[in-house]
C-alpha cells in the first residue's frame, strides 16, 4: 500500500494480536520500547520496506512465540538485541537492507544466541554495516538452516570451517564483503546448494575440484577476487548451472570444454578478465539457450569458432581484449537476438560479413583495432555510425558517409557478380514455390494438422521452475516485457516450444496475486478463440529460496499492446508507431468478436473486467488478443447478466475503464464490460485516454465524442489515423489534410464512435450487446473496405 505516517500507539497494546504486519508502505518514527511485552502472542511480526529510524527494541524478542521476524528495508540502526535465542520457534529472520552494526569487532556476537533458535531455516543479515569475522558459532547454528545471507557488509577473515555442519543450505551469499583465504573444500558437500555467491572479495587459492559435486547449483557468483590456477572441469557437473561468473581473477590455463556442456546455461557465462590461453573451444556452440557470453580481456588466440552460430538465443557475446586470428565466422548472422557485439583489439583479418546487416536486434558493433579490410556494409546496424565502432582498421573503405571511411575502388567483374545474382534469383524462386506448395498441402490436411499440434500441446503440460527460470535467462531485466500489479511478464523460450512464449511470473506478495492466479487458470484452460491470448501451461511450485511460486506460459505477441501503439510516448521515446484506420477498425472487429464469444458462446459466461489498451496485444501479423484474465470473473448461468454472480470478490479495474456502477458496489456484468469496450474505442478513435487532463467538471470522454458528431468530427478524430502512404491515399489529400478524408473514411470513423457511444452509456440498460456491437462494426468493415 502507500500508508505513510507512524503506527498508532493503540495498536501495539492489542496483546491478542499474532500476525502484524504492515510491509511495503512508507511509515516511519521508532518501534516502541515495549513493543515484545505489550504484543506478547506474535507469531508474524514484518514491518519491512518502510522509512523507519532508530533501533530494533530488545523486548521484541521476548515474544517468545515469533517464528517469523521481517525488518528488512526500513532504516534501523544499532546493534542487534542479544536475546534473539529466546524464539525457540523462530525459523525466519530478515534483517536485510539496514544500517545495523557499527563495522566493528562485535557486531555479529548476537549470532552465538541464535544457536538456539534449533528451528531456523532461513537467516538474511545482508546490506548492512556489519563488521568484524564470523563467530565459530556458525558452526552451531541450527541444522535446519536452508538460506545464510550476510552479503554486502564489512566481514573481514576467512570463511569459519564450522559453516560445514549446515549441510542442507540452499543458498549462501557471503559477497561484497573483506572475506580472505581460500575457497573451502567442504562446500561441495553442500549437495543441495542452489545460490553461492563469494563474489567481491579478497578469496585466493585455486577454485576447488568439488565444486563438481554441486549437481543442483543454479547461480555462482565468484568475480572480483584473487582466484589462481586453472578453471576445474568438473564444473561441467553441474548440470543445473544457468548463472556462472568468475570473472575479474588470475585464472589461467585453458577453458575446458566440459564447462561448454552445461545446457542448462541461459543467462549468462562469464570468464572475461582472466589470463586464459589456448583456443575458444568449439563445443561452445551447445549453448544454445544462453543469453550472454563473455570470455573479453584474457589471452585467448586461434580462430573465433564458425558454431558459436548455434548459440541461437544468444543476446550478448563479448570477445574483445584477446588475440583471436582468422576472419569473423560469417555463422554469426544467424545469431537473430544478438543486440551487442565486441570483437574489438583482436587481430582479425579479412572482410566484414555482409550478413551481419541482417541481424535485425543488433544494437551496438565494436570491431575495432582489428586488421579487417574492403567494404563495409551499409544496412541494418550499419546504418547508425553511433552505433559501430570501426578505428584501427585502415584497410576498410565504403559504409555510410558518418563513417569518414575512403570510398571503394571499382571492381571489375559486374557482369559475372550480374549474372551470379540472377542465377540465385531464380533458384530463390523454385524454393518459394516448393515451399508455397507445401503450405497448401498442410493446409489441405487440417486433421493431421490438428493431431499433432495436439500431441504437442500435451509434452507442454509439466513446466518446472527451473524450466521458467531457464526460458527467461533467470529473470533477466532484458527480457522483461512489462509488469503490473499482479506480476511481470517475461519473453523467454522453452526447450519444449519451438516459438518464444510469454512468462507471466505473479507476486505473490501483493494481495490478490494467488486469486488471480487460480482466475486466470480457470479461465485459459477452457478458452479458445483467435483473438485471446492463449495460455500454454502454467507452473505452481517454489522457487531456489523455497518460497511460492506461480507462473502462466502464455503465447508470445510480438507486436507489443494497443496501448504502445496508441500513446508511443510511454516508452520513453517518439517512436515511428501508428495505427491506420483499417487497422483500428480491425482492432474493434477483433475485440468485439472476443467478448462475443466470452459473454454468449462459452458454457459458463465469462467476464473479463479490465479490459484496456494495455490488456489487448498484437500478434507478429498485428491481430488483436484480448488478455490478462486475472480479475475475470464466471458468470452463473442460473441468472441474468445484470445479476450474475462472480466467482471471486473484490472488483478492481481500472479507473476509466471500469463502469460507473462498480463504483457503487455493483457485482460485475457483461454491461460493464460494454462500458469498457465503448471507452476502448472511443480512446482508439481520438487517441485520447478517459483519463486525460482535459475531462473534469462533468465532462469524460463518453459526453467529449457524443457532443462532438458528427460536425465537429474533424476536432476530436486521432490526427494519427490519417496517414500519407501511398496505399492509404483514399484516407488522405496529398498534403495529409485531414479536412480532406473521403467520404467513406467520415462515414465509417463516425458509425464506429456511435457504436462507442452506444456502449459507454451511464446506464447499463442503455448499452448495446456484443452480439449486436460485433455484427454492425462487421458491417462497417465491409462497406469500408467495399466488400
Known amino acids: 500500500n502507500q500508508l505513510s505516517g507512524t503506527i498508532p500507539l493503540p495498536l501495539f497494546n492489542i496483546s491478542s494480536i499474532r500476525k502484524f504486519s504492515v510491509i511495503q508502505n512508507q511509515l516511519h518514527g521508532n518501534l516502541p520500547e515495549n513493543l515484545g511485552i505489550t504484543l506478547p502472542n506474535l507469531i508474524f511480526f514484518s514491518v519491512g520496506n518502510n522509512s523507519f529510524s532508530g533501533t530494533i527494541p530488545n523486548s521484541l524478542f521476548n515474544a517468545s512465540h515469533l517464528e517469523i521476524v521481517n525488518l528488512g528495508w526500513s532504516n534501523f540502526v544499532g546493534q542487534v538485541p542479544m536475546n534473539l535465542g529466546n524464539l525457540k520457534n523462530l525459523w525466519w529472520l530478515r534483517l536485510h537492507g539496514n544500517a545495523l552494526g557499527s563495522n566493528s569487532t562485535n557486531d555479529l556476537a548476537f549470532l552465538d544466541s541464535l544457536t538456539n533458535c534449533t528451528k531456523m531455516k532461513k537467516l538474511d543479515l545482508g546490506t548492512n554495516n556489519f563488521g568484524g569475522v564470523l563467530p565459530n558459532s556458525v558452526a552451531n547454528l541450527s541444522t535446519e538452516l536452508g538460506l545464510f545471507y550476510i552479503g554486502e557488509n564489512q566481514i573481514t577473515g576467512t570463511i569459519p570451517a564450522g559453516l560445514e555442519n549446515l549441510i542442507k543450505l540452499t543458498g549462501i551469499a557471503l559477497h561484497n564483503n573483506l572475506l580472505s583465504g581460500v575457497f ?47 578453471i576445474p572441469s568438473s564444473i561441467g557437473n553441474c548440470q543445473n548451472l544457468y548463472f556462472l561468473d568468475i570473472s575479474q581473477n588470475h585464472l589461467n590455463g585453458v577453458i575446458p570444454p566440459e564447462i561448454l556442456l552445461v545446457r542448462s546455461f541461459t543467462r549468462l557465462l562469464s570468464l572475461s578478465q582472466n589470463s586464459l590461453t589456448g583456443v575458444l573451444p568449439f563445443e561452445v556452440g551447445k549453448l544454445s539457450n544462453i543469453g550472454a557470453l563473455d570470455f573479453s580481456e584474457n589471452n585467448l588466440s586461434g580462430k573465433i569458432p564458425a558454431t558459436i552460430g548455434d548459440c541461437l538465443s544468444l543476446e550478448f557475446l563479448y570477445l574483445q581484449g584477446n588475440s583471436f586470428q582468422g576472419t569473423i565466422p560469417p555463422s554469426l548472422a544467424s545469431l537473430r537476438g544478438l543486440q551487442y557485439l565486441d570483437l574489438s583489439r583482436n587481430k582479425l583479418t579479412g572482410r566484414i560479413p555482409k ?69 540465385l534469383t531464380v533458384m530463390a524462386v523454385c524454393i518459394l514455390l516448393t515451399l508455397a506448395f507445401l503450405l497448401v498441402y498442410w493446409k489441405r490436411n487440417p486433421k493431421q494438422k490438428s493431431s499433432s499440434s495436439s500431441s504437442m500441446m500435451k509434452q507442454f503440460l509439466k513446466v518446472s521452475y527451473g524450466d ?70 502454467c507452473c505452481s511450485s517454489m522457487d531456489y529460496k523455497l518460497n511460492d511460486f506461480k507462473a502462466l506460459i502464455l503465447e508470445f505477441m510480438g507486436n507489443g499492446s494497443l496501448e504502445k501503439w496508441l500513446h508511443p510516448e510511454i516508452e520513453g521515446k517518439n517512436q515511428p508507431w501508428n495505427l491506420n484506420l483499417l487497422q483500428r477498425l480491425n482492432v474493434a472487429v477483433d475485440v468485439a468478436s472476443a467478448l462475443q464469444y466470452l459473454h454468449e458462446q462459452c458454457e459458463n459466461p465469462i467476464i473479463h473486467c479490465d479490459l484496456k489498451p494495455s490488456n489487448i496485444l498484437f500478434d507478429d501479423d498485428m491481430v488483436a488478443h484480448v488478455s490478462d484474465f486475472g480479475l475475470a470473473r464466471l458468470v452463473s448461468t442460473s441468472k441474468s447478466s445484470s445479476q450474475s454472480l462472480s466467482s471471486t470478490t473484490g472488483i478492481k479495474g481500472t ?24 471507452i476502448l474505442v472511443l480512446e482508439m478513435f481520438t487517441g485520447r485516454r478517459p483519463t486525460d487532463e482535459i475531462f473534469k467538471d462533468g465532462l469524460n470522454l463518453h459526453s467529449f465524442v457524443k457532443t462532438a458528431l ?60 456484443m452480439e449486436d456491437v460485433s455484427r454492425q462494426l462487421d458491417l462497417i468493415r465491409k462497406t469500408f473496405l467495399g466488400i
Open 184 to 230: 573451502p573444500n567442504y562446500f561441495g558437500k553442500f549437495q543441495k546448494l542452489q545460490f553461492l555467491s563469494l563474489d567481491g572479495n579478497r578469496l585466493s587459492g585455486e577454485i576447488p575440484s568439488s565444486i563438481g559435486n554441486l549437481t543442483h547449483l543454479l547461480e555462482l557468483y565468484l568475480q572480483d577476487n584473487n582466484f589462481q590456477g586453472s
Open 655 to 678: 479507473i476509466g475503464y471500469a463502469p460507473p456502477e462498480y463504483g457503487m458496489g455493483c457485482p460485475a456484468s457483461r454491461e460493464g464490460d460494454v462500458y469498457s469496450f465503448g
Open 710 to 769: 458528427p460536425e465537429s468530427l474533424m476536432q476530436i478524430i486521432d490526427p494519427n489515423i490519417i496517414t500519407a502512404t501511398e496505399e492509404e491515399r483514399e484516407l488522405s489529400n496529398s498534403n495529409g489534410n485531414l479536412s480532406e478524408m473521403s467520404a467513406k473514411a467520415r462515414s465509417c470513423v463516425v458509425s464506429v464512435l456511435e457504436i462507442g457511444i452506444g456502449c459507454s452509456a451511464e446506464s447499463p440498460k442503455g448499452r448495446m450487446s
Open 468 to 537: 521458467i527460470c531457464r526460458a527467461t535467462n533467470g529473470f533477466s531485466p532484458e527480457n522483461l516485457i512489462g509488469s503490473g500489479s499482479f506480476g511481470s511478464v517475461y519473453k523467454g523460450f522453452l526447450d519444449q516450444v519451438e516459438r518464444p512464449v510469454a512468462v507471466k511470473v505473479l507476486k505473490l506478495e501483493h494481495k490478490g496475486a494467488s486469486k488471480s492466479f487460480i482466475s486466470e487458470c480457470i479461465v485459459l484452460r477452457n478458452i479458445r478463440h483467435r483473438n485471446l491470448v492463449k495460455m500454454l501451461t
Open 355 to 423: 550478413d551481419l546487416q541482417d541481424i535485425p536486434y543488433l544494437l551496438f558493433l565494436n570491431l575495432s583495432f582489428n586488421d579487417l579490410e574492403g567494404e563495409v556494409p551499409t544496412g541494418g546496424v550499419f546504418r547508425n555510425a553511433s552505433a559501430v565502432s570501426l578505428i584501427g582498421n585502415d584497410k576498410l573503405c565504403g559504409g555510410v558517409s558518418e563513417l569518414n571511411l575512403p570510398k571503394c575502388p571499382n571492381k571489375r567483374g559486374g557482369l559475372f557478380f550480374h549474372k551470379l545474382e540472377i542465377i
